[in-house]
């Protein structure tokens, strides 16, 4: 089965082709999130994006994962922030299916990319999980025995929310913002400079400033895992977002710090490793929800 994968962010849109396995069979393409201070032009986009995708393929199922608190079942947005204006309440199930007649399922990114991973990617084998994605702000999700779960309110899962001790929130002290923030309070240099490759670089090359600002971002980010791991006791942690891709920088330092914090090793996760599948996670994971509301078998 062929099937349409968008993965809508507040900066970009990704999209492309996959079948039921996961396998992508087009090239993955990529537009800016197109949107104003005030509104966003999304679903124009995307209605643009399936016309031109289905002038040159099959397309039998669209399979979307979007920023926002997702109700699955309507296939709409039920809670966007500021990232991205004017989306709240928005049906994307409906409209699509509406418009081209295609089935359409919904799902929110972090929940995708968390069973991405799941699927075919890091946590592959897991029968439980939790995937906290490291970005702009800090998204979780969190899968029980092989099944996402999204709690009450259809918000499982989001970690960035935790109250700190400072009185901020997880989010604001452990996401790739706080970090680039964080260092150029230490370093002097203008955030408009940096980034969290950049800062990965020099913590790399030995800039003492740098290490010192991933270490607080960890530290932090700790405090969100162990909160995870007490409630949840997963299998398996999944480190997503643009920070998985320093795997071999941040992998035994995370574990690491949650083995002197927590009370127990034997409540350790099996597995704490950051994701696999980079930016097409959330297009895999957005098929495998696609497949598992058609009850489709590879």
């Not at 709240?88 to 399922?105: D, H, L, R, W, Y």
């Not at 029980?144 to 918000?155: D, E, F, P, Q, T």
């Not at 150029?184 to 240099?189: D, E, P, Q, T």
Request: aromatic share 6%.
């Amino acid at each position: 089965m062929n099937i349409l994968a968008l993965d809508i962010g507040g900066t970009a849109i990704k999209y492309g082709l996959f079948d039921s396995s996961g396998t992508a069979l087009t090239d993955l393409y990529e537009k800016v999130t197109p949107k104003s201070e005030t509104t966003n032009y999304i679903m124009k986009t995307i209605t643009e994006i399936i016309k031109s995708m289905k002038e040159e393929n099959t397309v039998e199922g669209i399979a979307v994962s979007t920023a926002g608190v997702v109700d699955s079942q309507e296939g709409r947005v039920v809670f966007a922030g500021p990232t991205i204006p004017d989306y709240t309440n928005t049906s994307i199930k409906q409209m699509v299916e509406a418009s081209f007649g295609i089935p359409c399922e919904v799902e929110n990114d972090v929940n995708c990319a968390a069973l991405g991973e799941w699927w075919r990617g890091a946590g592959k084998g897991s029968r439980s999980l939790v995937c906290v994605t490291i970005g702009t702000g800090l998204g979780g999700a969190v899968i029980l025995n092989g099944k996402l779960w999204s709690g009450a309110a259809h918000s499982a899962g989001e970690i960035g929310y935790l109250p700190m001790p400072s009185g901020r929130t997880l989010q604001e002290e452990a996401s790739a913002s706080s970090l680039v923030a964080d260092y150029s309070v230490l370093s002097g240099i203008p955030v408009k400079q940096l980034n969290g490759k950049v800062i990965f670089e020099k913590a790399k090359s030995g800039d003492n400033e740098a290490a010192k600002a991933i270490d607080n971002m960890l530290t932090a980010l700790n405090q969100g895992l162990l909160a995870a791991t007490y409630l949840i006791s997963p299998d398996t942690i999944v480190i997503g977002g643009g920070v998985a891709a320093q795997k071999e920088y941040l992998e035994n330092k995370i574990e690491d710090k949650l083995k002197q914090h927590i009370i127990s090793t034997r409540m350790l996760p099996g597995k704490i490793s950051c994701a696999e599948l980079g930016n097409s996670a959330g297009m895999i994971g957005a098929v495998y929800h696609f497949k598992e509301k058609h009850f489709i078998v590879d």
